[in-house]
Nanobody, 127 residues
Framework: QVQVAESGGGLVQDGGSLRLSCAAS????????MGWFRQAPGKEREFVAA????????LYTESVKGRFTISRDNAKNTVYLQMNSLAPEDTAIYYC????????????????????WGQGTQVTVSS
């Protein structure tokens, strides 16, 4: 089993930046593909970004391409989400999730594929 915990959320102004971190513990982190999701008030949870366990493959939802970057440091059991040019519509609770994979290039935007989830961290972007 893997436990994941997000940190780094907060209040930022329109156009600002934040870096979210997701620390994992438990089984071998480097065998898990990771994803970031978010849920805004009154909306369903949506995919933001995913990364394979090797870090060689990444995927982003269209609305964050060019602004957000997902990365990971397997030596530190941590995955990051660098968020630049934040806008009020990015306001949401951001969740980190993990799924085991035997393939170093596997990643997925499907939330149902993920086995382990964190509690979330709030990101608020003020206009």
């Amino acid at each position: 089993q893997v436990q994941v915990a997000e940190s780094g959320g907060g209040l930022v102004q329109d156009g600002g930046s934040l870096r979210l971190s997701c620390a994992a513990s438990g089984r071998t982190f480097s065998s898990y593909a990771m994803g970031w999701f978010r849920q805004a008030p009154g909306k369903e949870r949506e995919f933001v970004a995913a990364i394979s366990w090797s870090g060689s493959s990444t995927l982003y939802t269209e609305s964050v391409k060019g602004r957000f970057t997902i990365s990971r440091d397997n030596a530190k059991n941590t995955v990051y989400l660098q968020m630049n040019s934040l806008a009020p519509e990015d306001t949401a609770i951001y969740y980190c999730a993990a799924v085991y994979s035997s393939s170093s290039s596997y990643y997925t935007p499907r939330s149902r594929a993920y086995e382990y989830w964190g509690q979330g961290t709030q990101v608020t972007v003020s206009s």
